[in-house]
């Protein structure tokens, strides 16, 4: 037999560390192990009975025997499945509670991860962890733990049948054992190879299916079934191809298993014959020792597959601590910022994203007085929302500082920091749940009156009132049985509510027609009131009101001054503003 359980837990750091997740059941763990004790030795038993029964019934002739040996028999049996079914039942149970902590573990991390790893790992690839590698680690260790002790336990009991029996026949059948070893040692290797990278493959499938579904309507337009069909259809052969290559080595290993153990058997066989002819064996001694070597084959089979159920452990463990201990984001800083007043400054701020040559911004130095309006334009992707992105520290500067109230952003505790940040963007984000929780989202807390106050600030009062359910109506995922434009008054009336100091607005009216745009012109205005607001705008009209319009261009300020000073000026802005005038824009 190849497998050492000690090998594995050395080498294989992922299994030791899963191991100690089950600690917490000890005593669950002590109560399964009994029950596949009481397993384990009811095979010897068997193995024990038949033979002495066989020789009460044909030597000594006992006319009971005839009623006692099917019973004990079938007595004998029933204790096996009950103590099998127990033990299967405690170890499901262990697992099962080590899969909700498990989850929870990681769902608690996969929220807190930084901006940057939620754009390098897909959805479909980390929640895929969640479900096919968590069940693959535990339910695996389930069936492993079954094997390694009951099986185990068993070979050891019908061992000892077979040595106390008759050893010269035993030492014989120990023959076969290290060459089934050597053999299934080689194919376990490649079964660990495989099983990495089915588990790949299925995570793969997961991500093409959530990320066309939900281009749903993309697809439909730019009528691309085929396209779709074309890229889903390698990913998809390929998880049929890893299984068969999986199976057919799995399936190997049981098959030479069988073909050595049953040569040993036969010399066996024929040795013990060959003594029962000498008369040093009975009848009932060479039924034990047969069927007790019969019955070891099961368990030897089982443990011979126990090294791909590691494998496959260890591979979908990994996969699970990798996702777990990626690096949380940094939240070193101790100061707390309270009822802040929403003074922001950018102190020769540089960011270069990872992998990228040129720097998204370039020592960009402004300062804000607490309830200035400044608005940033320039063509996109000239760092307007990368600079927005530093406030509440979602990507962290690389050089240079943003501080509020003269507190450098790394200095002030994640959560006090993004207290005093309320943002509306052009990507809502609406939970399928009701319109009230949405609103209410982050302050559950808030009154009737609170919610009532900021669904009128955001101009959705009358839309409310005209659905059967009002607050109650639940928005769809995603917010789908919304309009873009009432989706973003609900993530409007959210920022009221928030009520915070700070107000970034990102293209906040950028995805809506003229009409819906006024009116929630006119709801951001009002929110706008008594906040330091930092407005990154599109539409130019949309920021004629601002204390101060900031210029961007390829990470740098060209230009900034109110709007009359930057128009008479005839510069950048000017430019984007005639541009914007001629083609109707602005209309
Ligand atoms: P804007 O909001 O003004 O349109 P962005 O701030 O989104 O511009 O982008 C500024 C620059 O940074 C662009 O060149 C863009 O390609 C790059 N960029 C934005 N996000 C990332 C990212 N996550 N990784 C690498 N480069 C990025
Ligand atoms: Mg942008």
Redesign the pocket.
């Known amino acids: 037999m190849s497998f050492n359980l000690s090998s594995w837990l050395r080498f294989d750091p992922v299994l030791k560390r899963l191991f100690k997740y089950a600690l917490p059941y000890k005593g669950q763990m002590v109560l399964a192990c009994i029950y596949m004790v009481g397993a384990a030795s009811m095979s010897s038993l068997t193995a024990t009975l038949l033979g002495k029964l066989t020789d009460a019934g044909f030597y000594q002739q006992e006319a009971w025997v005839i009623v006692a040996a099917p019973a004990a028999l079938i007595g004998v049996t029933l204790l096996y499945a009950v103590s099998t079914v127990m033990s299967t039942y405690m170890l499901t149970k262990i697992s099962q509670s080590m899969l909700v902590t498990l989850r929870m573990e990681l769902f608690a991390n996969v929220l807190r991860l930084p901006f940057p790893a939620y ?1 390098a790992n897909s959805t479909g690839l980390v929640s895929s962890k969640f479900v096919n590698e968590a069940n693959i680690a535990l339910g695996g260790a389930v069936s492993a733990a079954v094997v390694l002790i009951r099986d185990s336990l068993q070979v050891i009991a019908l061992f000892g049948v077979l040595l106390w029996q008759n050893w010269k026949l035993t030492l014989i059948a120990c023959i076969v054992g290290p060459i089934a070893g050597v053999i299934l040692r080689t194919i376990s290797k490649r079964v660990k190879r495989i099983v990495r990278a089915s588990q790949e493959a299925i995570a793969a499938v997961l991500s093409r299916v959530s990320e066309s579904y939900e281009a749903e309507r993309l697809v439909k337009v730019s009528n691309t079934y085929d396209f779709e069909m074309a890229r889903f259809s390698p990913i998809n052969e390929k998880i049929r191809h890893l299984a068969l290559k999986k199976q057919v080595m799995q399936g190997l290993g049981t098959p030479v298993t069988q073909i050595v153990t049953m040569m040993g058997v036969a010399v066996v066989v024929a040795f013990a014959l060959f003594e029962a002819q000498r008369g040093a064996l009975t009848i009932g001694e060479f039924i034990t020792f047969l069927s007790a070597m019969l019955l070891l084959m099961p368990p030897l089979q089982h443990l011979a597959g126990l090294n791909s159920t590691f494998a496959s452990i260890s591979v979908a463990g990994k996969s699970i601590f990798d996702l777990l201990d990626m690096e949380q984001e940094k939240d070193t800083g101790t100061h707390v910022l309270e009822n802040s007043k929403g003074a922001v400054v950018f102190e020769n701020v540089r960011l270069r ?1 990872p992998g ?1 040559e040129m720097e ?1 911004l370039k020592a960009i130095s402004i300062s804000i007085a607490p309830g200035e309006h400044v608005a940033f334009v ?1 063509l ?7 600079l927005m992105n530093t406030v509440p520290r979602f990507w962290e500067v690389t050089d240079g500082a943003v501080r509020i109230d003269g507190y450098d952003v790394r200095d002030c505790t994640l959560s006090s920091l993004r207290s005093q940040i309320a943002i509306v963007s052009q990507n809502v984000t609406l939970f399928d749940a009701t319109i009230r929780e949405n609103i209410a989202y982050g302050k559950p807390e808030a009154s009737d009156e609170e919610i009532t106050k900021a669904v009128r600030a955001a101009a959705l009062t009358d839309f409310i009132a005209s659905l059967p359910e009002g607050l109650n109506t639940r928005v769809g995922e995603a917010g789908n049985l919304l309009s873009g434009g009432q989706k973003q008054r609900v993530s409007i009336a959210r920022a009221f509510l928030k009520n915070a100091p700070i107000l970034i607005l990102d293209e906040a009216t950028s995805a809506l027609d003229s009409e819906s745009e006024h009116q929630i012109k006119l709801a951001i205005d009002e929110l706008m009131q008594g906040r330091t607001c930092l407005i ?1 705008a599109h539409r130019l009209s949309t920021i004629d009101n601002a204390d101060r319009i900031v210029v ?1 261009s390829k990470g740098e300020v060209v230009e900034s001054g109110t709007p009359k000073e930057l128009l008479d000026k005839g510069g950048a802005y000017a430019d984007l503003y005639n541009l914007q005038m001629r083609s109707g824009q602005n209309a």
């Open positions: 754009l994203y990228q998204a320039g996109s992707g000239s760092g307007k929302t990368t990154v961007m």
